[in-house]
């Protein structure tokens, strides 16, 4: 939604390769969140942050890492892409009832 | 563990008429959130419409209503006067209340629109 960005919008890497995703968002919002969304499965949560250096994981971390240094920016890291984390990656952030989404990263890993 | 199934994984409607996009759920809270979330081929994630379980009325926005049966646990979207650009992926989402809870997703509806 409205002032929520990720960069890249799409990346293609290649196996055992490290990267990172950014999500930044302009409203100031506490919570953030990153999905990943596959055929079947819908969206599923990887980590999410509840502040400033508070984060924590979601029903598929493994092989995930995330930061957030500061409230508007939430990065999500692969320390060694393989390819089953192909997919498509949704930042959202949102205050107390709402979440709000970014317009999502394609990754492709060879 | 919450859950969400949306057991149409297609639906289709000829524009103008109306569609209703099924959802259940299973938790065992008694106060949260549900939402439908429409994400067209663009692949943009956009909030449709919300609904809070501690209330009994019924959530609408303009053409978009929901059928919100708290016992049963089914949480169904209501379509009226379909467009074109209604076209889409609807995803049915649950959240618990307690402020920052995740969503839980069910697989989706692919809903298309006949001329």
Not at chain 2, 30 to 42: A, I, N, R
Request: one cysteine or more; charged letters at 20%.
């Amino acid at each position: 939604d409205a002032g929520i960005t990720q960069s890249p919008r799409h990346k293609v890497t290649e196996t055992g390769t490290p990267v990172t995703l950014r999500c930044h968002q302009t409203e100031n919002h506490r919570y953030m969140y990153w999905y990943r969304q596959d055929p079947g499965h819908g969206l599923r949560l990887i980590h999410y942050s509840y502040g400033v250096k508070d984060t924590d994981k979601g029903e598929v971390s493994d092989g995930y890492s995330v930061s957030r240094s500061k409230t508007e920016d939430f990065l999500l890291t692969l320390e060694s892409a393989t390819s089953s984390q192909t997919s498509v990656y949704f930042c959202a952030a949102g205050g107390p009832e709402t979440q709000y989404f970014g317009p999502g990263t394609r990754l492709l890993v060879l | 563990a919450q859950t969400v199934t949306q057991s149409q994984p297609e639906m289709s409607v000829q524009e103008a008429e109306t569609v209703t996009l099924s959802c259940t759920y299973d938790t065992s809270e008694s106060d949260y959130y549900l939402f439908w979330y429409k994400q067209p081929p663009s692949r943009q994630m956009i909030l449709v419409i919300r609904q809070e379980a501690y209330k009994q009325q019924n959530a609408t926005e303009n053409r978009f209503s929901v059928n919100f049966q708290k016992a049963a646990k089914s949480f169904s979207l209501k379509i009226s006067d379909s467009q074109l650009g209604d076209a889409a992926m609807y995803f049915c989402a649950y959240r618990r209340q307690t402020s920052g809870s995740r969503l839980t997703f069910g697989e989706g509806t692919q809903l298309t629109v006949n001329p």
